[in-house]
């Protein structure tokens, strides 16, 4: 089964940080370019961040930075890690994966180009 876990998330201060983990299971990791998405309340799905097999990377321009994406292939997990937080950022996030070999760079921030997705993990940046 393919699945794909998000945890890390929770209640930080602005300006503190936190790393988020997206834990991959049921399929070859390695092969597939990675996101992290975000969804406020009343708002749509945001790409923020991508990697490809090769670990070259795209970031939206509301996060670029201030967060960085990575992976660990030998552990199937996915990282984002997330600092300088502003109260803009709360959201719930998201991992989502993509067997495309190849992702044009104007689709890689693009929730249809994903059919795996997380379950989320909510992020509030509060004081």
């Known amino acids: 089964e393919v699945q794909l876990v998000e945890s890390g998330g929770g209640l930080v201060q602005p300006g503190g940080s936190l790393r988020l983990s997206c834990a991959a299971s049921?399929?070859?990791?390695?092969?597939?370019?990675m996101s992290w998405f975000r969804q406020a309340p009343g708002e749509e799905r945001e790409g923020i961040a991508y990697?490809?097999?090769?670990?070259?990377?795209t970031y939206a321009e509301s996060v670029k930075g201030r967060f960085t994406i990575s992976r660990d292939n030998a552990r199937n997990t996915l990282y984002l890690q997330m600092n300088s937080l502003k109260p803009e950022d709360t959201a719930m996030y998201y991992c989502?994966?993509?067997?495309?070999?190849?992702?044009?760079?104007?689709?890689?921030?693009?929730?249809?180009?994903?059919?795996?997705w997380g379950q989320g993990t909510q992020v509030t940046v509060s004081s």
């Open positions: 049921g399929f070859t990791f390695s092969s597939y370019g």
């Open positions: 989502a994966a993509s067997s495309r070999s190849w992702i044009p760079i104007s689709w890689r921030l693009s929730p249809n180009t994903y059919r795996t």
């Open positions: 990697i490809n097999r090769d670990s070259s990377t």
